[in-house]
């Protein structure tokens, strides 16, 4: 099966941190692109951060410069998502995509079950 799965999320409290994982199954993440995308409830799905596979290459959503860090390891064939001072309006459940390029609108493949993520206190 050719499948990206997420993983890491959970319940943490504003101002604390989690990691966030995206694990290929089936096939290598050597080239095209990763991108983290969150949906809350009511609101549209977002594009969150992006890496160029070929490059390391990285893009950022406004909302989270400074405070998320995407990252690869290609021995682990994982793209990591770093979140630290997680805010409420951070919760989402955290979906990842495979992509030809960051810019592009057509993600390879189909969603997956995403990774919950809730700040609250």
């Known amino acids: 099966q050719l499948q990206l799965v997420e993983s890491g999320g959970g319940l943490v409290q504003p101002g604390e941190s989690l990691r966030l994982s995206c694990t290929a199954s089936?096939?290598?993440?050597?080239?095209?692109?990763i991108h983290w995308f969150r949906q809350a409830p009511g609101k549209d799905r977002e594009g969150v951060s992006c890496?160029?596979?070929?490059?390391?290459?990285?893009t950022y959503a406004d909302s989270v410069k400074g405070r998320f860090t995407i990252s690869r390891d290609n021995a682990k064939n994982t793209v990591y998502l770093q979140m630290n001072s997680l805010k409420p309006e951070d919760t989402a459940v955290y979906y990842c995509?495979?992509?030809?390029?960051?810019?592009?609108?057509?993600?390879?493949?189909?969603w997956g079950q995403g990774t919950q993520v809730t700040v609250s206190s």
């Open positions: 995509a495979q992509k030809r390029e960051c810019i592009a609108t057509v993600i390879f493949g189909s």
């Open positions: 089936g096939f290598t993440l050597n080239k095209y692109a």
């Open positions: 890496i160029h596979l070929s490059d390391g290459s990285t």
